[in-house]
């Protein structure tokens, strides 16, 4: 059964070419968007600099396309959008969802000891000098994951929007790409599920729907570290596409009938097979097939 008016994304950050674990994701994103007969769209997180490799921003597209995975639409930049992102936290502000905090590392985890947020304590209405964060109120956000099930958090500590170094933070972005580019499902990796609440927060202060979200598992190396850039994991390799997609669907246990020729085809194939997978309810899939339980969420 498909789902009416999809649209799904794969948002990578640029700060390293893809690996496994970033192809695992994008084909996954992939894969639910087409077997929903719907649109999967592109977005390049590039708003962080200081940990951007540029080289990444050209070779991740090239990457995709290597392997059949074509998106929709243009892609999104976020490094274009500073404007729109702007004028969502004025909204924020003029609603009273808001404020400036000044603190340190070192005064929030001295506050934290006595209150669960900074909140109004250290508001200040110079810009210049802290970081933009939205007001909690213990509110117990819960929501059905299209894979985990239902989860419940209370969000009580405040969180960034726009950094001291006034750079956005990723919370902020995602909600405001995620509305102009009118998705509809989120389709991530386990690792962001607590980013998941934060978002909900938002799209409640000004009164938007939420996507729908699912989080897979994410894919551990054997020695049980997450697959990352910062873990030094390797990039793909583009020359050997179709054998990088079949070992995605082993992963996912799709076994297809016989090698597909191109990547394309190794898709369209893939994707017959997708409505009968069942992904379990975990956080966390090891190379090995291992299983193991690591969210704070479930």
């Known amino acids: 059964m498909t789902t009416p008016h999809y649209r799904g994304r794969f948002a990578p950050s640029p700060t390293g070419p893809l690996h496994y674990g970033s192809l695992f994701a994008a084909v ?20 962080d600099p200081p940990r951007e490799n540029p080289k990444a921003k050209r070779q ?62 250290c508001n200040t209405s110079n810009l210049s000098i802290g970081a933009i ?21 209370n969000l009580e500590e405040e969180f960034v929007l726009k950094r001291k170094d006034h750079l956005y933070a990723y919370q902020l972005a995602c ?12 389709v991530r990796g386990a690792d962001l599920l607590e980013s998941t609440p934060m978002q909900l927060a938002l799209f409640d202060a000004i009164d938007h729907p939420a996507p729908q979200y699912s989080h897979f598992p994410v894919i551990l190396g ?9 873990n030094l994991s390797k990039p793909v390799d583009d020359t050997s596409p179709v ?3 079949l070992r995605v669907f082993g992963q996912l246990g799709i076994i297809l ?7 394309a085809l190794a898709l369209e194939m893939a994707e017959m097979h997708w409505p009968q997978i069942s992904i379990p309810a975990v956080t966390t899939l090891t190379i090995t097939k291992q299983l193991s339980l690591t969210s704070n969420l479930l």
Not at 177 to 186: S, Y
Not at 257 to 263: A, E, H, V
């Open 133 to 153: 964060k939205f007001h909690t109120n213990g509110q117990r956000y819960t929501w059905h994951d299209g894979i985990q099930g239902k989860l419940a958090y």
């Open 175 to 186: 909600v405001a790409d995620d509305i102009a580019q009118d998705i509809t499902h989120v």
């Open 222 to 230: 054997k020695n049980g570290q997450k697959l990352s850039k910062q």
């Open 243 to 245: 054998d990088n997609l």
């Open 28 to 47: 996954f994103s992939y894969l639910e968007a087409r077997a929903n007969k719907g649109a999967w769209l592109l977005r390049i997180e590039d708003i």
């Open 60 to 121: 991740i597209p090239l990457t995709l396309q290597a392997h059949g995975l074509i998106w929709d639409e243009e892609p999104l930049f976020q490094s274009n959008r500073s404007e729109q992102y702007d004028e969502l936290l004025a909204h924020l502000a003029r609603i009273k969802c808001t404020f400036v905090c000044p603190c340190s590392r070192k005064q929030l985890c001295e506050l934290s000891q006595h209150l669960p947020g900074c909140g109004k304590s």
């Open 257 to 263: 009938p016989k090698r597909p020729k191109t990547p």
